[in-house]
């Protein structure tokens, strides 16, 4: 430590020549101390000033000339100067003591901050042993490519060096950036302290032998403290500079190591069909150890999966929570159908309810998979291996025998065709094995085909993909022989692989179709119209989207088993990341779909809050729980806030900044107050339209007592075609205004009354039993609500009864309840029983002149009637 010590003391020696004016101020401190004696002080001067001042008086009182000599006045004038020198001296002194007094602060403070960042920096022997590691890594990340690399490259090894390699490369480089970043603040910190250190301030001495001693002793504790922490920074920098140029040499060897592979991925692809192997009877010319290729195998894709995992985390929580709400909704379902005694036996249209946890992990995985980029293959295989055995329990026993035969076999045939793809290194063995696995599939498929009952199959699509496997195993096996390795081991996996996907896809597609219709007949509130989506059409039939999707999710997972696949995806991703100007904001197509997709998970995520945060109609009859009521508020306070962050991380993401946003709402602001309230009242109905959805196309609306269906929704106005085949164009104000009835919002089913009237001696029960049974043995009338028949009041001629019943199609309301009305006509007839219309009976008195007569009396009222007497006095 004295050692650093004395090595910055000469440091500051050599550079500033600070040594040899310190001592020489030491020896000569006596002859100092008698010049400054000699030389006027404050004492001095206040005396002459004094004097003067006495002088001044007594030629004042005595008033005659001057008649002092002159060199009394050049007396004077020099001690004026004396002490004017002094002055700017003194002035001088401590304006550099208060500039040294600000070095000194800002070399503490640089020496506090340069030790705290050397002791909170980065873990340079962390850095070492990942670098040992990523060396380590890429030696065996390029087993079977640069080092023991037989007669020719396979596929899959160059795939999986590849992905292999962008992790080790994307790793290395972020610890590089680190590095750099950490020695840039070292340098930058000894820097500092080095040009505070060569101030010339700090060697401008005080004439004043005490305060200069002071000063040498401060300037010495300063070195001091000063030298520890430059010789610490001069030790880090060189140590980092090395751990630097050996990562640096690490990451030059990685990028070159993926042009290497790059071109020999390109070179295979052009030559897809050319022979790779000798004939499959032909002698090898090259043979590793079968154990050993597969040890090097496993620990390659293993790593790789590792690797992904932890890139993925958040992605892969995200999968787990969806999961976790799916089956809570699922359960939640099939609660509701047990509690109402709704399931069925045979599970037809139900199937997806029987296990709702695994329904619930095979929709999502098979839906949400894409969301990883580019997944290694060991990733996938556990994804679809997983959906696949949820998918077996699921309609083990709901299928036929024959096709529960052959979809055990085809996921047999398909965890074989994972494991042999896990093989990354091509040899003699794996080639019989192949050929077996294909052959095998390939008689599968064929018989199958040729004697497999088709009308037992569930979903008649999947005769399809059984004969594209077929089609792709007869091409792999003669691949195979004729010795294109790699042609054939792409065409029997992934004839596996995408007959599996395919059949499970249907089935997600089924299941989804299932849990829609299964919604639609429980839920009759208006979260039922949550996601706008027609249930009743979609339990009948899947849309086309669906399917459509199903499609091109397929050509993905297909695509991704060709090299050919990244020569069409990689420049399209190109396109949508590229940088696109306008003026002076600069977007790119990626930014404002992700900005699409942000406000599109917001609002979906408000609307969840709102399904599952409401109030449900209770069923059963059973009340409501207390302690709900105001919940509406809170709940759209929260949709508000969801909806904000969601506008907020969008604007980040599509990088708009801040204070833009800022002016065109101050512009906005603007045009308010200059006269665009009525329009931008319209432009905010619009926007509330859209996110809200009181009314969408095609609901079947009533405004002021005026219906009609909603034609379009404009940003403006919306137009509503009227019953009378008019076209009403409102404002989005004026509709949001309005008292608006939606008659389609709860899922387009009306509730219908028939108010009717029987004879007072009929039989109540036996009518309402009537009546009752009437109404459920009509299709078009719900089942949940149940009808009610409820006796309203004792009428003049009748007892009124009112019919309540729930029609599935406002378009059929009136038709069921004309129906209806018939059909309760009908029935009352054959049953006896009556429906009374009012009746009068009419007495007529008349008045004798002799004597009078009493009236006669009414004959008895008929049934049902209730006779109304009137007296009609006639003269004679």
Not at 258 to 276: A, G, M, N, P, W
Not at 608 to 623: E, L, M, R
Not at 684 to 695: M, N, Y
Not at 806 to 813: C, P
């Amino acid at each position: 430590m004295a050692a650093q010590h004395r090595g910055f003391l000469y440091h500051i020696m050599a550079n500033l020549r600070l040594l040899m004016p310190v001592f020489l101020l030491l020896c000569c401190l006596p002859l100092a101390a008698q010049i400054q004696d000699s030389l006027p002080n404050q004492d001095s001067i206040i005396k002459v000033r004094d004097s003067l001042i006495r002088q001044r008086d007594s030629l004042n009182a005595q008033s005659t000339k001057d008649t002092a000599p002159g060199n009394f006045l050049k007396k004077i004038q020099k001690v004026i100067e004396n002490a004017r020198t002094s002055s700017v001296a003194d002035l001088r002194e401590d304006k550099t003591r208060m500039l040294q007094t600000e070095i000194f602060e800002a070399i503490k403070k640089t020496e506090q901050k340069a030790k705290a960042y050397m002791k909170a920096g980065i873990d340079t022997s962390g850095i070492n042993t990942e670098l040992a590691n990523i060396k380590a890594w890429h030696a065996l990340a390029g087993d079977g490519v640069f080092t023991n690399r037989g007669t020719s490259q396979t596929h899959r090894n160059l795939n999986t060096t590849f992905n292999l390699l962008s992790i080790l490369y994307y790793r290395a480089n972020v610890r590089k950036t680190e590095l750099d970043i950490f020695q840039r603040k070292l340098a930058r910190f000894h820097y500092e302290i080095d040009s505070l250190s060569s101030d010339n301030s700090l060697f401008i001495m005080s004439p004043d032998s005490a305060t200069a001693r002071k000063y040498v002793e401060r300037l010495v504790v300063t070195a001091y403290e000063v030298a520890p922490v430059d010789s610490s920074l001069k030790t880090a920098i060189t140590n980092v500079e090395v751990l630097q140029n050996a990562l640096n040499y690490e990451v030059y060897k990685l990028a070159a190591s993926l042009d290497e592979v790059e071109l020999y991925q390109r070179s295979i692809s052009q030559k897809t069909f050319s022979r790779e192997f000798s004939n499959l009877w032909v002698p090898s010319t090259y043979n590793r150890p079968m154990q050993q290729i597969i040890r090097y195998s496993y620990a390659k894709s293993l790593l790789t999966l590792k690797f992904y995992v932890n890139n993925n985390t958040g992605k892969i929580f995200l999968l787990l929570l969806l999961i976790a709400v799916a089956s809570i909704y699922l359960r939640s379902l099939k609660k509701i159908y047990t509690e109402r005694e709704l399931m069925r036996n045979d599970l037809s249209g139900q199937l997806v309810l029987r296990y709702p946890v695994l329904s619930a992990v095979m929709i999502v995985l098979n839906l949400f998979q894409f969301l990883f980029p580019a997944p290694p293959f060991v990733f996938n295989a556990i994804l679809w291996v997983l959906s696949a055995i949820a998918l077996h329990i699921i309609f083990r026993g709901f299928i036929s025998k024959y096709w529960m035969r052959v979809w055990l076999l085809l996921l047999v045939l398909f965890v074989a065709a994972c494991a042999d793809n896990l093989i990354l290194q091509a040899s003699r063995t794996e080639r019989w094995w192949m050929l077996l696995l294909a052959l095998a599939g390939l008689l599968t498929g064929t018989i199958a085909l040729m004697k497999g009952p088709k009308k037992d199959l569930r979903e008649q699509w999947i005769v399809y993909a059984i004969g594209l496997m077929t089609v792709l195993q007869c091409c792999a096996v003669i691949a195979n022989i004729w010795g294109r390795y790699n042609l054939a081991k792409t065409l029997l996996t992934s004839s596996y692989f995408n007959v599996i996907i395919a059949i499970m896809f249907l089935w997600t597609v089924r299941l989804i179709n299932e849990a829609l219709s299964l919604a639609f007949s429980v839920y009759n509130g208006q979260e039922r119209k949550l996601f706008y989506i027609n249930f009743e059409r979609v339990g009948r039939q899947a849309p086309p989207l669906f399917y459509l999707l199903l499609i091109v999710g397929w050509f993905i997972l297909f695509g991704r088993n060709f090299y050919a696949f990244r020569l069409i995806s990689d420049p399209f991703k190109t396109f949508l990341a590229a940088e696109r100007s306008v003026g002076s904001y600069t977007f790119s197509i990626d930014s404002l779909l992700i900005f699409v997709l942000i406000m599109g998970i917001s609002v979906i995520t408000s609307r969840i809050v709102s399904y599952f945060a409401s109030d449900k109609q209770p069923s059963g009859g059973k009340p409501q729980k207390e302690g709900r009521t105001g919940l509406g508020s809170w709940l759209l306070l929260v949709r508000i806030s969801i909806i904000s962050i969601g506008l907020f991380f969008a604007f980040a993401a599509a990088g708009l900044s801040l204070d833009k946003i800022t002016l065109v709402l101050g512009a906005l602001g603007v045009g308010v107050g200059l006269g665009l309230q009525t329009l931008v009242n319209s432009l905010v109905s619009g926007l509330i339209i859209a996110f809200e959805k009181p009314v969408n196309v095609g609901d079947v609306v009533e405004i002021g007592g005026q219906g009609g269906t909603m034609k379009s929704i404009g940003f403006r106005s919306s137009i509503i075609t009227t019953w009378d085949g008019a076209d009403l164009i409102m404002p989005n104000g004026d509709l949001l205004s309005s008292h608006l009835i939606n008659w389609t919002s709860g899922g387009s089913k009306r509730r219908m009354n028939i108010l009717m009237g029987v004879a007072y001696n009929t039989d109540l029960e036996k009518a309402r039993t009537l009546l009752l049974q009437l109404l459920s043995a009509d299709e078009r009338i719900m089942k949940y609500p149940e009808p009610i028949v409820q006796f309203e009041a004792f009428n003049n001629s009748s007892i009124d009864i009112k019919i309540l019943f729930w029609v599935r199609q406002l378009r059929d309301a009136f038709t069921v309840r004309s129906d209806t009305i018939a059909t309760i006509n009908e029935h009352f007839k054959k049953n006896d029983i009556s429906i009374p219309f009012p009746q009068q009976d009419i007495h007529i008195h008349r008045i004798s002149n002799t004597v009078d007569k009493p009236a006669p009396a009414p004959p008895p009222a008929k049934p049902g009637s209730e006779p109304l007497s009137r007296d009609m006095g006639v003269k004679e």
